[in-house]
């Protein structure tokens, strides 16, 4: 084994990002740097490659050895910069977390992957070309003679992460190292992804550090891990190990926070997620009562119109006959990949988007058709959380007046009462009443969901629709913020709908799991049910494709489909398929699709 | 890369910390107080300028610069220095209306059209695009052709042709704000239209509109010398130092100085509400944060 070793201590400007951290990865070996955000996992990495320079840092001390193809070993941190652009590519190559953005999207994806060819061998561009199809089918891309003249813009997240690490790749480089590189993919499509990367590391030999905040990932591909916290090394170790017999205190944190899938198999109702040092959660059984919220054939389409005459070319099928019910105090998890329309049916059912077919019942009151009260009563008894902190907060306006606001708009109180009932939200969000003068900007990304959360309950609902309100948020703190919320539950009897992706949130805290694919609900039941003996060929595969945080149960190869979700995207006149629920269980609904023959 | 913003601690206000921004730029400090500088002496004129800006003085005739008169006197024999800082009054008080009308009336259009959309959008979008095709100043002859000449009947014509470009700046961080997840998120509580745009939306607009503003002010202090210069503008003997450049244009060669110190006027002016309309844009630029 011919050694790679890397060793520094990094500092950014005035913040010391990194602090004296040692850290080594050999030929033919998988690290992954883990981490929550700000523990400068990302920073490492933008020091190895010295586009640290770019992000306005520089390293203060420390040295990175680097064994080069040439067998020379170069200490990258004093390197010129001419020197480490000659070695980024051939030698060092890095895949970002973003497929959109790192991606040129006005070149051919073909001359994108040729261009850093002829740029490190030194070849013709017909040769690079060349090469370049066949970085593509070792990235596994169908018809890659074809996808060489495609645009980014024309590529699924998926296939566009492939392209980049196909691009990666193309100089076949001694280290390879990956950014949060599977974090903006649906899980069957990370699954893909992450197995294609641990092959090819495989077949070319190269060492790859892989960066990443999910321990589940971690356990899938690495062998050896190293946490970080604040720019320091807490912990390192071989991943068996780590997961085995962690050692330091945030480890364990950091692992107890990230539920492992098939926990609470035994167990019929949602369980909070255990606080370290806290006492051990119980079941919660806050169900209810008759429906709150009854949603029948649900159907929203959105007109694709083409060309300068705006023709209909044809209809996105967002969401297709959806029927479910919500009881007071019950959690109705929502699942499917980007696409499926579930974020769709819940702003449809608040009107963010307007349904073209269905009927809406709220409380027994026909909201479907809006007319002055029934419209109040919409809104002030189904409120929203939507998926990211940043960004549903007005940045110009304080805290307090946010969650003001729904107060005012259903004048539900006025004068010093508004402000009174504001503190006392904040305060059951577990902030303090300080934090209503503070600006968003302010707040971490957890402070301003609970923001977000106390915003939601000004106005008394009973059903709150969480679209993956935890999904930008740490493990940690996504522990945190569903205990929250399933504390809220038990006390107001409020009823969730939770959309999310995150198979491990939602066996904490639904009553029931709704899977929708293309826009259809295609298994409903109780949680134990449905996670435990999914009845939907797709139910099953999105389940196959989570990540368990155990080094020991990794996927095998053939359990992993490799293909593509399609399009809800249909000509007109091209109705989809929509097959009747069947009882399969106790309370327990499947379609009956012809997927694969199984059925 | 949210690693990087680890050191940046920023406890402002939005307007703590737009200052932090603007005050770093020394260029357009130094601007923002040359306009005080200019206000102050406007607004002081009657004790501050050691003439009188219209009595005639026919012993002094044309002099040029001294003790006396530290800018000469023009034909008349009116001392020049304080007709600029009279003058002065005219100009900003032409630039600062004249804008502040437009902007408002823009602003409103501009939210209505970006808010409503559909019909009403498209009608005064329109509307927006048949007074941009006129020449700026070709429509401002043409309003104060029809209104008749006069000072506020310039502030008018050049509120009439500032207003477009405000409506369309307006109208699309409007449809830009519409997008945001926050505004969605004030929809889906129900928050009505009224709050909504005034919360939400108008703030948002302001940053741009803020930047033109300043920008717009020196091209409409421009626009006014223009019209003053033609005589469509201050009527005699009110000092304005366009009509004062028109004036002292039949004697460049003899005495320069009837129009070399207006001159200085109105480019030190204009150019100073453009240095700071620099460093505002700077400042407020979401992208650049």
Known sequence: MRGLSVEFGSGVERVTAVRGLDLDVRAGETVAIVGESGSGKSVTSLAITRLIEHAGGKIASGRIGFTGRDGRVRDLATETPESMRRLRGPELAMVFQEPMTSLNPVLRIGEQIAEAVMLHQGVGHAEAMAEARRMLERVRIPEAQRQLTRYPFQLSGGMRQRVMIAMALSCRPRLLIADEPTTALDVTVQAQVLRLMASLQRELGMGLMFITHDMGVVAEIADRVVVMRNGEKVEEGTAERIFDAPEHPYTRALLAAVPALGSLATERLPVPFEVPDGPSPKPQDTVRGSPVLEVRDLVTRFDVRRGIFGRLAGRIHAVEHVSFDLRPGETLAMVGESGCGKSTTGRSIIRLEQPQDGTIRLAGRNVTQLDGPTEKLLHRTIQYVFQDPFASLDPRLTVGFSIAEPIRTHRLLAGAAVEQQVHALLEQVGLTAQHAQRYPHELSGGQRQRVCIARALASEPRVIIADEAVAALDVSIRAQVVNLMMDLQSRFGVAYLFITHDMAVVERIAHRVAVMYLGQIVEIGPRQSVMEDPRHPYTRRLLAAVPVPDPRRRWREQEVDDSEVPSPLRAIGDLPNIEPLVEVGPDHFVARHRVGGLY | ?289
């Open chain 2, 1 to 289: 890369m949210s690693e990087m913003a680890i050191g940046t601690v920023r406890i402002r206000s939005p307007l703590g910390e737009f200052w932090r921004r603007f005050t770093r730029r020394r260029v357009a400090l130094f601007a923002g107080m040359v306009i005080l500088f200019l206000i102050l002496a406007a607004i002081l004129a009657p004790w501050i300028a050691p003439y009188d800006a219209t009595t005639p003085d026919y012993a002094n005739v044309l002099s040029g610069p001294s003790f006396t008169h530290l800018a000469g006197t023009d034909v008349f024999g009116r001392d020049i220095f304080s007709r600029i800082i009279w003058g002065g009054r005219v100009s900003l008080t032409v630039g600062f209306v004249s804008v502040a009308l437009g902007c408002i009336a823009g602003m409103v259009l501009g939210l209505v059209s970006g808010f409503a959309g559909g019909f009403l959008d498209s009608l005064i979008m329109r509307f927006c695009d048949v007074l941009l095709a006129f020449p700026g100043i070709l429509l401002a002859i043409a309003v104060v052709a029809v209104l008749g000449p006069g000072i506020s009947n310039v502030v008018y014509a050049i509120a009439v042709f500032s207003m477009p470009v405000f409506a369309r700046l307006v109208r699309g961080s409007t449809l830009a704000l519409k997008q945001t997840v926050y505004v969605q998120a004030a929809r889906s509580i129900g928050v009505r239209k009224l709050p909504l745009i005034l919360y939400h939306i108008l703030p948002g607009t302001l940053p741009g509109v803020i930047v033109y503003l300043s920008l717009r002010i020196g091209t409409s202090i421009l626009t006014a010398a223009a019209l003053s210069f033609i005589g469509l503008g201050a009527q005699p003997p009110s000092p304005e130092w366009g009509a004062m450049l028109s004036d002292g244009r039949s004697y460049l060669g003899v005495a320069d100085h009837l129009t070399v110190f207006p001159g200085i006027a109105i480019f030190v002016t204009v150019l100073a509400f453009n240095l700071l309309g620099d460093g505002l844009r700077d400042a407020l630029d979401q992208k650049l944060r």
